[in-house]
């Protein structure tokens, strides 16, 4: 298999949409490059290419001089392309229109047009402020200061440069904002990615000394909506991490309500309304309320046509990984695991499609939801190969969430096919590496004493005895705050009243969640 160092040209060609190959032929020809060309037939050569295989081109190519010197042609295509996707998406985004209209100061400046550059800087300043872009405003306000050195301070007194110097430091100051909340945002990420949700003191510890920040305090006045938006996101991500659904939910709707109001702040950032909202929906199953997350599902779906999002790579990829991902998490929640089997393959289709550019928590995510609806419909041996392949590409140090219920999933499984004599080999294994990872929970211990009493149990009285045992433990266990995280992966109580009444394990998730929407 070719090093990733070398089909980087592969990849940016591969990752092109039709009309920009299309702009890419044009480029070439406005700076002088006939049809035929080298950079126009290799461009074709590697973009025919479903893999990238450089003996192959290199023979296809023997004639050309150009192969002599190969490592230098990629280098100088792969600038070209770039220098065609640049002009190509010039006036794609608010940073990009504004980085623009500064390089013409920049010219202008150079050829001394002083007055026609301070012209072209009041609509990067005009864009910069409508669209909050605070890098952008900074930008502004430095040819601002240079302008008026050029221009010797003519026309400018004492009380402008004390306006300039008071929105500077205002600028300052939110730049200041956002970049302690992205640092407080990053710290709190790394924990919640690593560890997973916090059940136990330490871990709640450390996520309250984050989220005590004088910035994150209630009614605190913050400078710019971006920096709001981070204050809710990461009081919502904090609460969730802490079981406090209802809080996060809260924080949610803030942000909502935000992106709404503030939308020309954010329109080139799709990904920011779609995480809102499919996360919102998610914590409202967690919630219970049902009604409001199926509603916020069909809004997800029509964000991209509301927000004009343009059709990209990226956008696929989010809407696959997270609507299919959102809807398989409610379906298993409810119980409709009937409805989770139907999205087995859409799965699978856009695994195999985004195979490169999904990440991989998302795809472990998304492997873990298919095995447990296979596991749950009683379909044990498919649930054991998509739970094998899981185990397989997971990181030796990852200790995520996934990464430990996939082991408890696999014990589940083991037992389910009658595979005893597998069972105490992983059981040490899962100990181990719970002792490793330092999970100190409570459920995970109580269900390998589960297994073990399984294993011993002689008769059907001394298996019933200790699955109503392990029930009753489950019900109380999951009352605590701190463990209720595990629902979001595993309904344990409706697994030991499936094995207890000898129902299907589908049918008791269904029956529970029934129950929890009375209660609820």
């Keep these: 298999m070719p090093a990733k160092s070398q ?23 406005r700076n002088g490059q006939e049809h035929g060309s080298h950079q ?86 005009r864009l910069a402020h409508t669209h909050e ?38 600028m300052r100051r939110g730049q200041a904002e956002l970049d302690s909340l992205w640092h407080i945002k990053s710290r709190l ?25 004088p910035l994150l305090r209630d009614g605190v006045a913050l400078s710019t ?11 919502s991500a904090a609460a969730f991490a802490m079981g406090l659904a209802e809080e996060c939910r809260s924080h949610l709707h803030a942000n909502l309500s935000l ?58 990829l989010k809407l696959f990984a997270t609507t299919t991902s959102l809807e398989l998490s409610m379906h298993l929640r409810l119980g409709e695991v009937d409805k989770a089997m139907e999205l087995v393959p859409v799965v699978e289709r856009g695994l195999k499609q985004h195979a490169i550019r999904i990440g991989p928590v998302r795809r472990a995510s998304l492997q873990y939801q298919i095995a447990y609806a296979h596991f749950a419909a009683g379909h044990a041996d498919k649930a054991l190969r998509w739970v094998n392949d899981l185990l397989n590409s997971l990181r030796a140090d990852d200790a995520s969430d996934v990464a430990c219920f996939t082991r408890l999933l696999h014990l589940l499984i083991l037992l389910e096919l009658g595979k005893k004599e597998l069972l105490p080999y992983a059981i040490r294994n899962t100990e181990r590496f719970l002792k490793l990872n330092d999970r100190a929970h409570r459920f995970e211990p109580r269900l390998l004493r589960l297994l073990k009493a399984l294993l011993r149990a002689r008769t059907k009285d001394e298996r019933d005895e200790a699955l109503r045992s392990f029930h009753n433990d489950a019900i109380d266990i999951l009352d605590d705050p701190l463990e209720r995280g595990v629902l979001e992966h595993l309904d344990p109580i409706a697994w030991a009243e499936s094995r207890l009444s000898g129902r299907l394990f589908a049918d008791a998730m269904k029956e529970r969640a029934l129950r929890m929407g009375r209660a609820a």
Aim: aromatic share 8%; glycine share 4%; net charge negative.
């Design 7 to 29: 089909d980087h040209v592969h990849r940016l060609i591969r990752s092109m949409s039709r009309a920009e190959k299309r702009y890419f032929k044009v480029h070439l020809s």
């Design 40 to 125: 126009d037939v290799l461009f074709d050569a590697i973009a025919g290419m479903e893999q990238y295989d450089e003996a192959t081109l290199l023979t296809r190519f023997s004639h050309e001089t150009f192969t002599h010197h190969f490592a230098i042609t990629k280098r100088r295509l792969y600038e070209a392309i770039l220098r065609s996707l640049e002009s190509f998406h010039a006036e794609s985004s608010v940073d990009a229109r504004i980085n623009r209209v500064l390089h013409q100061v920049e010219i202008l400046h150079q050829r001394a047009l002083y007055d026609d550059a301070l012209k072209a800087l009041q609509s990067a300043r």
């Design 133 to 170: 872009r605070q890098p952008g405003m900074l930008a502004v306000m430095e040819w601002e200061q240079r302008l008026i050195e050029c221009r010797n301070y003519a026309d400018t007194n004492e009380a402008m440069l004390d306006a300039q110097c008071e929105r500077g430091e205002q």
């Design 189 to 213: 990420f790394k924990q919640i990615y690593v560890q997973g949700s916090a059940r136990e003191a330490a871990s709640l510890g450390r996520l309250q000394e984050l989220i005590d920040h």
């Design 225 to 235: 909506s971006r920096a709001r938006f981070l204050h809710h996101h990461i009081r």
């Design 259 to 316: 992106l709404e109001r503030h939308r020309t702040h954010f329109q080139d950032e799709p990904n920011l309304i779609l995480g809102v909202v499919s996360n919102l929906a998610y914590v409202c199953v967690q919630c219970g309320r049902y009604t409001e997350a199926s509603g916020l599902l069909k809004k997800f779906r029509s964000l991209p046509g509301q927000w004009d999002m343009p059709e990209t790579e990226d956008l696929d």
